[in-house]
């Protein structure tokens, strides 16, 4: 179509929808046309059933009984297939299509054109006719025959909803309605009635959605779910991708139209972002199932490491069923605090190998694991921690996922600065609407989640904001699987020639505490039987261990005595002949300044290979790692692309500190 015609077509439309105009009335007048059409059309039918039949009875009764039998067969599908409209519209529909089967069978036998049949024929096809034409005038523009029933009734109730209803579809168990906003209303005042239409329709509580059109203001479209699909326990069904990468999204529930709940952990490279995960719900609500869940879907995998910390004092619940998947486990505040800062130090090593193989981030194939770290009810070693901000915003360039579970996200219970690393948010029932506005987002509050009506009383319910997730599921109703303690620990055990094993005699990947780099280097083979995969043990009142030790620490004999003698609530206090190095590892190499300028061209080089070509911005690399790797002040680190934009190596757009680098060839 040319533009012109476009132009032409689209201000027809808007006449139309306005209400005047030319083209409103020539719309009109082709949409009250087909009923007296027909009626015509029905009686030359007649008529020349009559002069085709009626010279020959045999010929004539045959007609008859072919005619009684499509009129009874039409008037029957026309009544079955009313059902999903009102019962006005049912009953006219049936009645018409009867009407005019009769008319046929007795036209074709008496003749239409005897007077007395023709004066009645006229009468009652005229009021038909006109019945529909009132019908039709009355919905407006003629366009809406698939309203939902009762609409006409709803929307005299419910001011906002007097609208235009366009296209109707039903998918799965819901039924999605595009609706035009009248003049003078807006998509919020649409979205806060949808408690009012959920109680026309006798829905269930969050039965209906308005979802926004993102490319027109003046529409929305309205997802009503009649019942709750979600209220039967839903089992897990085992892994997904066993043996394959952490990159294969990992399923962790199903929508209530039956799609699946998916993440996928490490982003998707050139498309979708790296996102913290934030787990939010009230005690029972099922956050600790759900992280048993992913804990043995990760379990299968070949690339991925997983440490979990809990202090809250009911690790054992939890973990017992999946401690064989989980690398280190730390269940005391001063080892959990401890535990964070050395894997913070431990950040510049994994950048180095990562940027070594033209990586700016963690992706499959890489030569270092992508790590889980899950903090389960960590609002009190989140809030308390110095380092959690910058752990937060460091981690994710190095392919280091945080997963934190906690009862409310607030701003005193998470640092704001923290919070925006955590794009994606499962929550499950909480205990107020305060509480939702601090997980989810306005948009999704605004479309109809509302968490606090769970509570935790319909354990596994939650809502899903996520990279990659279409935003209008942000507000569907999803439930978490449920897995069997039995199930998951004989699919652990099963699987534990494809999850990446641990070398405790490497220098590579090590426990907290050891003083190395976790992560880095390749993969080993599995742990030979005796070997310890704790050097250090545990620390007082939690444990930190390997899991293949257990879920207790049992001391040597030689140290039993002094732990019986020792303590437990003395503050730690470190000897002055305690060597540093074996607890903290080696200090980072100092680089000269050679090294240094060759590490940086090292981290530049991996923006280039991995994006093809290109563009990054300073903040970018510091995000990276570059001032730990290069070991000098981020002042430094200006001077150095100001260097190489001079020797024309770089170009750049904007100003020095935020503006944008590419290479100049």
């Known amino acids: 179509m040319s533009r012109r015609g476009a132009t032409k077509k689209a201000a027809a439309e808007k006449a139309v929808t306005s209400g005047h105009g030319a083209k409103y009335v020539e719309h009109q007048a082709w949409m009250l046309t087909p009923p007296w059409i027909t009626a015509g059309g029905l009686y030359a039918a007649a008529e020349a059933g009559h002069l085709l039949l009626a010279g020959d009875p045999i010929n004539l009764a045959w007609g008859a009984v072919g005619l009684t039998c499509s009129t009874g067969t039409l008037a029957l599908v026309t009544h079955i297939a009313g059902q999903a409209r009102g019962p006005v519209v049912r009953i006219h529909a049936t009645a018409t299509v009867g009407a005019g089967g009769a008319w046929m069978i007795i036209g074709t036998i008496v003749g239409p054109i005897h007077q007395g049949l023709a004066l009645t024929y006229l009468g009652v096809a005229g009021t038909l006719a006109a019945s529909w034409n009132i019908r039709r005038l009355l919905r407006g523009q003629g366009d809406t025959d698939q309203r939902p029933s009762r609409w006409d009734e709803i929307s005299d109730s419910v001011q906002t909803l007097k ?9 799965a168990t819901t039924a999605k309605v595009e609706l035009g906003i009248p003049d003078g209303v807006t998509a919020a005042e ?6 009012r239409l959920e109680q026309l329709l006798g829905t269930k509580p969050g039965g209906v959605r308005v979802v926004t059109d993102p490319d027109d203001a003046s529409r929305v479209e309205l997802h009503i779910t009649p019942v709750d699909m979600l209220r039967e326990m839903i089992p897990w069904p085992g892994p997904v991708a066993a043996g394959r990468s952490v990159s294969v999204p990992v399923a962790l529930g199903r929508y209530e139209d039956s799609e699946d ?19 939010v719900g009230m005690t029972g609500a099922g956050k600790s199932e759900l992280l048993q869940v992913l804990v043995a879907e990760l379990g299968t995998r070949r690339d991925v490491v997983i440490d979990y910390l809990d202090v809250a004092g009911k690790a054992e619940q939890t973990v017992g069923p999946i401690r064989q998947a989980i690398r280190t486990l730390v ?13 913070l130090c431990e950040v510049p090593d994994r950048a180095r190998v990562l940027a070594a193989q033209g990586m700016r981030e963690w992706r499959e194939g890489a030569t270092v694991p992508f790590e889980i770290i899950i903090i389960d009810e960590g ?10 901000v910058e752990i937060v915003r460091l981690f994710r360039s190095v392919g280091i996922l945080v997963v934190v579970g906690m009862q409310r996200a607030t701003y005193d219970q998470m640092p704001t600065s923290a919070r925006a690393n955590f794009g994606t948010v499962l929550c499950f029932g909480v205990r107020t609407a305060a509480d939702a506005k601090t997980a989810l987002s306005g948009e999704t509050i605004d479309a109809g989640a509302a968490p606090e009506n769970w509570r935790n009383r319909k354990p596994g319910y ?6 990659g997730v279409d935003p209008d599921r942000y507000a569907m109703p999803a439930r978490a699987y449920l897995a069997q303690a039995g199930d998951v620990e004989r699919i652990l055990g099963e699987a534990t020639h494809l999850r990446y094993q641990v070398d405790p005699a490497a220098t590579t990947i090590k426990p907290p505490g050891s003083g190395t780099a976790a992560g880095v280097g390749p993969a080993a083979g599995p742990p030979a039987a005796g070997e310890d995969h704790d050097p250090e043990g545990s620390r007082k009142g939690g444990e930190t261990s390997h899991p293949d030790d257990g879920l207790s620490y049992t001391p040597p004999d030689g140290v039993s005595a002094e732990l019986d003698r020792a303590d437990p609530d003395a503050d730690l206090t470190i000897p002055e002949s305690m060597d540093m190095n074996r607890l903290l590892g080696p200090p980072l190499p100092v680089l000269t300044a050679e090294q240094a300028e060759e590490m940086f061209d090292t981290f530049i080089r991996s923006y280039r290979d991995a994006s093809g070509g290109g563009q990054f911005r300073r903040r970018d690399l510091l995000a990276a790692g570059v001032v730990q790797a290069t070991g000098r002040r981020q002042g430094w680190i200006s001077g150095a692309l100001g260097r190489r934009v001079d020797a024309g190596v770089l170009v750049r757009i904007g100003d020095r500190e935020d503006g944008i680098y590419a290479y100049s060839e």
């Open 379 to 388: 609002a009190s070693l989140v809030s308390e921690s110095s380092d959690f």
């Open 462 to 467: 939650l809502y899903l904001e996520a990279p």
């Open 163 to 171: 609208s235009k209803v366009g296209a109707i579809r039903v998918e």
């Open 190 to 195: 649409v979205q806060a009635d949808a408690p």
């Open 331 to 343: 269940t005391d505040r001063v080892e959990a605090e401890r535990y964070l800062r050395l894997r």
């Open 261 to 279: 709940v998916a993440l996928v952990l490490p982003g998707i490279f050139g498309r979708q972002s790296m996102s913290h995960v934030l787990v």
